[in-house]
């Protein structure tokens, strides 16, 4: 079993500046894709940014000048800085990650519970 653990969230005013981590823990033998999506009230998950264990990004558009994914392989953890935050970027933010447990298992994907974070105008 995997478990994921978010913390960072919280309330800041437009143009501010949080910083989320998210850190997995259990039988983890290698983690492929590692992330964050989020939910906003009333609104698909929709994908922030992820970060593959080769390097590659994939960030959406509406936060990629803004937010910058980093990854510690050693440690399993994953950061999302968030800089200059807008009304908009108000959501449940989720962490996730594609793990393979074992060396010759399949991967598979892990949420965590989710990071509430609110940006006031």
């Known amino acids: 079993q995997v478990q994921l653990v978010e913390s960072g969230g919280g309330l800041v005013q437009a143009g501010g500046s949080l910083r989320l981590s998210c850190a997995a823990s259990?039988?983890?033998?290698?983690?492929?894709?590692m992330g964050w999506y989020r939910q906003a009230p009333g609104k698909q998950r929709e994908l922030v940014a992820v970060?593959?264990?080769?390097?590659?990004?994939n960030t959406a558009n509406s936060v990629k000048d803004r937010f910058t994914i980093s990854r510690d392989n050693a440690k399993n953890t994953v950061l999302l800085q968030m800089n200059s935050l807008k009304p908009e970027d108000t959501a449940v933010y989720y962490c996730?990650?594609?793990?393979?447990?074992?060396?010759?298992?399949?991967?598979?994907?892990?949420w965590g519970q989710g990071t509430q974070v609110t940006v006031s105008s």
């Open positions: 259990g039988t983890i033998f290698m983690i492929n894709d």
């Open positions: 970060l593959n264990s080769g390097g590659i990004t």
């Open positions: 996730v990650a594609t793990v393979k447990s074992l060396p010759h298992s399949a991967y598979h994907d892990y």
